[in-house]
Each structure stands twice: as C-alpha cells, then as structure tokens.
C-alpha cells in the first residue's frame, strides 16, 4: 500500500512542476470537451458549434412552470420527447425528423437504437454526459445538466431530478435498466469549457486531483471567506462559489499540497507503463505534505518518521501522507507524540521553565512555540534528559514552602513508575503529588531525605509524631525550616 501515497505524490508533484508559477495552463484533452464531428443528419450545418451549458440554462428556464401534457408548445404543456425537441430546436437542432424516417413509433425509442444519427455517441454510463447531452432509456428523454442531474418533463412537469438511483419519479433505471447518451451538437470550437463543482476549470480537467465537496468541507478556512455551493440561491451563484474554490486550489491549493486522489488505479497503470522504466520509487512517499490548513509544520514534522516511529500510525497511515499529517496537528501533539527528529517535546518542556509557566499541560503550545519563535532565537529541542529549574516552591496549609530539601523532581519520577507515566513532563503537577499524595504515603522525593533516616535518628521528634502516615508531612517540614541546619542525618 505504501505505492499508493508514493504515486500520489509524484502525480501531484509533476502536475505542480507543469504549473509554472501559479497556474497551470495544460492543454484540454479531446474527451473533455472537443469531440470529433460524427454527425450525419440534417445538423451537420451547425459548423460554429454551441455551447452545453446554453442548452441546460434554457431548459432550466423552465423547471418548475412548464406543465406535463399532450401539448407540443413550450408555452402549452409537452411530454418528455415534445420538451427536448423543443429545446434544441431553439438551436436549430431537429431531433425529431429521422425518428418519424425510421418508423420508430417513440422518439425515446428511435435515440436508444438509433441515436447515432443525430449526434455522437458518448456512451452507457450517466456520469459520463455532459451539459447539453441527452439521456435516454426505451422509455424516456431527459437533458443532461452535466452535474449528475438532468432536466425532463415528467408527470410532475418539467423538473431538475437525479439520474441514478435517487430518482424520485422513477422515469430512469425502471425500464432495461440500460441508458444511451448522445450529443446532438457541435461543441463551439474558440469555447472554454468549465464545470467548476465537477473540477473542469477554463477548458482543464483537474477532477482527479481536485474534489469540490472534499475541498469545500476539508479545508474550513476557506468556507469562512467562499461559503457553499448547497447554501447558493440559484445556480449563477452556486457556479460562482465553486468557481472560487477551484481557483484557489490551482493558484494556491496544488502548491500547499491541498489536493484530492480519486482514482488509485490510475497511478497503479502508470506505474506499470511508464514508472517502472523511469526507475520511480514505488516504496516511499516522497515529497510528503507537510502543509495543512495553510500553515507548513515541516520544522516539526516528516511523515516518513513519523509513522515509523509509531506502529499505529505506520498500520493506519503508511501510505497516507495527509492524513497522518492531519493526525499529527489535531492529536498527535496534544498526545505528546515527536513528529521529527529535530524537536523533542519532553527536552522542551525540560529546558525551559519560561514555557512551562506560560503553556503549563497544554503540550501542542510548545511545538507551535518552536515552530514559530524557538527555532529562530536557536533554543535547543533535543538531547535533555532532565528537568531543569523545576518548581520546588509550593503553598499548602496556608504556608508557602521550598520544598528543595526534600525534592527532588527528576528523582521522583524516575523513582516511581507512577509518576513518570503521568507526571513525566509535568513539574507543577509533579510537585503537587509531592506534597499533597506522596509525603502521606511515605515516597522519597529526593536522595538528600529519608523519612525512615530521619526517624530513626530523631528520637525527640518520634517523640512528638510517632509513626502515624498523618504526621509524615510534619518530619519533612522540620528538616526544611529546621533539620538540614541542625546537620540531622536524613539519609
């Protein structure tokens, strides 16, 4: 699997490179948008061509106010053969003569097995029409919106409806099962073709990198200045929106490794025809992202170490490099977890009191911290094994004490395999332990005290407390106002 996220890569690598400087301008391929001319009927005179998209705004025009009937006129009421007749005719595209000339009693009847002649024949599968394209079963006619819905007049009137499966009225899939799809018009030669929400922008197909809905609901930040395509009041602005979306991912998304894989198999066949020869690398993700929502984490984080040093990570996200990257900015630093080799949380934490005042538990403040101030002002992020300028002050019973004499933080952690899993990078709450937990318990703070020493060699005070597990905290305060001056022996 780690083959995947490598091709992905390179695929997304290449694709910036052909960007230039911000924008890439490749050349549309032929089945985007120019098809070759196979049309043999009475349309062949529609040499300037037209565009999809005028077809589809036309028949909107009348989604929702044109009643189903036995009419012929779009300003009576049609059937679903009488409503796309009538739209291309607007164009001057006769859909209806050779249907009629090939004794085919329905005109749905005539395209299914005959609709080459009216136009070029896209294929079977709905996902593959375009604006302005018909789709067709035995039984039915509809105009293909080329955003997965298409525009028909049904029992209902003249409606927008989906194609597949969500179909509320049932007009398609409920005959054969089987469609046709043909397009019955020249496409304008000097046209720039553009879908934005299904990623085709200014005559380029960026579709199997670049997803709208993943887009828009990945990347927040964007939602904030863009809103959404499903919040749009009608399709002008919903067009606009997307629009919005699709350009900041060419001019900045690409270069931020903001980007959508759809089809894996694709890099799989690359790799097969061209790769292997090229001698690419098939096992490593190069060039992982390290962007995510706009800021650039590589001073504190490489994929490759990251899922090796973590088996989790390396049996979710070895070939993944987004989404351990995301993993990494919304848990792995709140968990502690090191992203690279170059920053150490715990050698952080232990080095510089400063942060642990100001950013206390919160551990993602101190990889930001780094990120943003430390690496510059050269603060050191690796090889510190103990905490230094721990805290030792600390009020209890109402009395402020240095607890110095008889702590010692590193000594407490690494004594007691407790306080290391919780309190490893915690001094202050260390401390807190200390004093409230640990003295009633009888632990050693620091090699310098030893209750049981202190005990056995202060009888007067044995004296006084005994050995009630309720006095303990009374010897520990003696020997910090008292015993460490009167050189009592406490170890």
């Known amino acids: 699997m780690i083959f995947r996220g490598l091709i992905k890569r390179i695929t997304y690598g290449t694709l910036a490179l052909a960007m230039g400087f911000s924008v890439y301008v490749g050349s549309p391929a032929d089945p985007v948008y120019v098809y070759a001319d196979t049309t043999v009927n009475d349309n062949d005179n529609k040499e300037a061509g037209i565009s999809g998209e005028e077809i589809v705004a036309l028949a909107a025009s009348y989604v929702g106010k044109l009643p189903y009937g036995g009419g012929k006129s779009l300003e009576t009421s049609v059937d679903c053969a009488w409503f796309a007749g009538r739209i291309f005719e607007k164009f001057g595209i006769d859909i209806y003569a050779t249907s009629y000339r090939y004794g085919y009693g329905t ?100 579709s199997a990198v670049y997803n709208y809905k993943y887009y828009s609901t990945r990347y927040t930040d964007l939602a904030g200045y863009y809103g959404f395509v499903e919040n749009a009041k009608d399709q002008s602005e919903a067009t606009s929106i997307a629009e919005l979306y699709i350009k900041h991912f060419i001019n900045h998304g690409m270069r931020e490794g903001r980007y959508w894989d759809r089809d894996y198999v694709k890099y799989f066949v690359h790799y097969m025809n061209h790769g292997k020869k090229e001698n690419r690398n098939g096992r490593k993700i190069l060039n992982p992202v390290t962007v995510y929502n706009g800021v650039d984490y590589k001073d504190i984080y490489d994929f490759n170490y990251y899922v090796n040093k973590y088996p989790d990570m390396k049996n979710y996200y070895s070939d993944d490099d987004e989404a351990a990257l995301k993993h990494f900015v919304e848990h792995g630093m709140a968990e502690g977890r090191q992203g690279n080799e170059s920053f150490e949380l715990t050698s952080y934490k232990y080095l510089y009191s400063d942060l642990r005042t100001h950013f206390g538990n919160d551990n993602k403040k101190y990889y930001i911290h780094y990120m943003n101030y430390g690496k510059k002002e050269g603060r050191t992020s690796t090889g510190v094994t103990k905490m230094v300028n721990y805290q030792t002050l600390y009020t209890y019973n109402g009395e402020t004490l240095n607890f110095s004499k008889v702590y010692d933080f590193n000594y407490y952690i690494n004594k007691y395999p407790d306080m290391k899993k919780y309190y490893q990078n915690d001094d202050a709450g260390a401390l807190k332990h200390f004093v409230e937990h640990g003295i009633r318990e009888g632990r050693q703070g620091s090699e310098n005290f030893n209750l049981q020493v202190y005990r056995s060699n202060s009888p007067d005070l044995m004296r006084l407390w005994g050995v009630d597990k309720s006095n303990n905290y009374l010897y520990y305060r003696h020997y910090m106002i008292h015993g460490y001056r009167e050189n009592r022996k406490s170890h």
């Open 107 to 206: 005109l749905s009847g005539y395209l299914f097995y005959q609709g080459r002649d009216i136009g070029t024949f896209v294929g079977t599968d709905p996902k593959l029409a375009q604006a302005g394209d018909l789709i067709v079963t035995t039984g039915h006619v509809a105009i293909a919106t080329g955003k997965g819905t298409a525009i028909s007049a049904l029992m209902q009137g003249v409606r927008e409806h989906p194609v597949q499966d969500g179909d509320p009225y049932h007009y398609f899939g409920g005959y054969n099962g089987e469609y046709r799809i043909y397009r019955p018009f020249k496409v304008k030669a000097n046209a720039v073709y553009n879908d934005p929400i299904n990623g085709i922008y200014q005559g380029v197909d960026y």
